[in-house]
């Protein structure tokens, strides 16, 4: 059985063919899908963690209970001031914008 399918880029009906033939866009399923996961791997390995992102996830996740307190304590705190840099932000853009 034959499938068609529409191009989404220059809306040409394409039998089944794994590449537009007017605009040479990526129709198949299978190819679209290996490159969404080609850049995620590749996401993956550029972004590693740094020290300080270890440190924090190491005090988030650890089973003492006052070093999870005082992690969730400085997340708060960090969250608030960074809410209230974002609002200063917003209102000057938002003044002069």
Do not use: H
């Not at 290996?34 to 020290?51: D, G, I, M, P």
């Not at 209970?65 to 209230?84: D, E, N, Q, R, T």
């Amino acid at each position: 059985m034959s499938v068609e399918r529409k191009c989404p880029s220059c809306k040409q009906w394409n039998k089944d063919e794994d590449y537009c033939v007017a605009c040479g866009t990526i129709l198949s399923p299978q190819i679209i899908e290996e490159n969404r996961e080609k850049e995620r791997e590749l996401t993956r390995t550029v972004w590693k963690k740094t020290k300080v992102d270890i440190f924090f996830e190491k005090w988030k996740n650890t089973r003492f209970l006052p070093l999870k307190i005082i992690y969730y304590i400085f997340y708060s705190a960090w969250m608030i001031v960074m809410g209230v840099a974002f609002l200063f932000a917003y209102l000057t853009v938002g003044v002069n914008g």
